[in-house]
């Protein structure tokens, strides 16, 4: 998977196996990052989907090396990280998240995730509300919310087949031209915004062994749940930005959800002509945002 300059890889273990996470050590962050080791640290979560790694974040975190300490992991069952042959539940990744951010930080940070990473890490800061110093949350949507129920569409149900649904992560989700229609029909909001180093950084993450594991419990629905439920019990201040052609949730959904708890939720920013990742789509756009919404949450 492609790793940004300056950046090297590490791990940290956790209950359900090793996490791969990036975090600036060489030039030309070396001499600022060796000063602000103990300084404000900005963890970066990606999304699911198939080939989901921490790269989805990677044209963004670097912006931010020269200020902040980095971390931006695979999340377990994605990317370089271990690939346990498991059918992922919820519980898995609220543990896993918590886990991995016990690891990795001293005190409260602010965690920067997407889409239904986003969603989970409401979870958790709802239970570990310690941890958290603020959010900033791109499309944060549990994919169940307001009781529509995911997981009893045509293409769950499907997906929940064996037998097919190893078929069509192999032949329909793994390739490179599947990635590519995907990222560009339904993720972004313009086609022409989809290069090739995109596709071949989710390919490489869709083709390493076991990887459908994780995948397919996500597009079963294993992992959605109704953030409606969820959302009024968060007190960490936060902000969301949501793109406006976002096809799995749309803005009316983000603007729901924010309604209901005006208090943490200090900004909804809506991006126009974009979907599902703004952090890939426009990538300056969303730094200068985040740049934004710092110092206002913290």
């Known amino acids: 998977m492609f790793q940004p300059l300056g950046f090297e890889q590490r791990s940290v273990n956790t209950s359900l196996g090793k996490i791969v996470y990036y975090t600036a050590t060489g030039s030309p962050w070396q001499e600022k990052v060796t000063t602000n080791l103990d300084g404000e640290t900005l963890v ?13 974040w990677s044209k963004v975190y670097p ?16 990317g370089r990280s271990e690939h346990p042959a498991h059918n992922y539940k919820i519980d898995d990744y609220l543990t896993t998240i918590r886990e991995f951010l016990q690891q990795t930080t001293t005190g409260p940070v602010t965690v920067i995730a997407s889409s239904l990473t986003a969603a989970l890490t409401i979870r958790v800061a709802i239970a570990h509300p310690e941890l958290f110093k603020s959010l900033i949350l791109t499309t944060p949507a549990g994919l169940s919310d307001f ?13 929940s087949v064996p037998i097919i649904d190893r078929l069509l992560y ?28 995109i596709v071949d950084a989710y390919l490489e993450s869709a083709q390493q062994p076991n990887a459908e594991y994780a995948a397919l419990s996500f597009v079963r629905g294993d992992l959605c749940f109704d953030l409606s439920l969820y959302i009024q019990q968060m007190t960490t201040p936060t902000a969301i930005i949501w793109g406006q052609k976002s096809q799995f949730t749309g803005p009316e959904i983000g603007r729901r959800l924010a309604e209901m708890n005006p208090q943490a939720i200090r900004f909804f920013q809506i991006l126009e002509n974009v979907g599902l990742t703004p952090q890939l789509e426009l990538p300056a756009v969303t730094i200068g945002l985040i740049r934004q919404f710092l110092p206002l949450l913290n």
Not at 44 to 56: K, Q, R, V
Not at 63 to 78: M, V
Request: overall charge negative; cysteine-free.
């Open 44 to 56: 970066f979560l990606h999304g699911f989907g198939g080939g989901s790694s921490a790269y989805e």
């Open 63 to 78: 912006a931010f090396a020269a200020e902040y300490r980095i971390i931006a992991p695979d999340l377990i069952g994605w």
């Open 147 to 159: 009781g529509e129920d995911y997981s009893r569409s045509f293409f769950a149900q499907l997906v």
């Open 170 to 197: 192999s032949s329909g989700i793994a390739t490179s031209g599947g990635i590519r229609s995907f990222l560009e029909q339904r993720q972004f909001a313009q086609a022409n915004r989809v290069y090739q180093e």
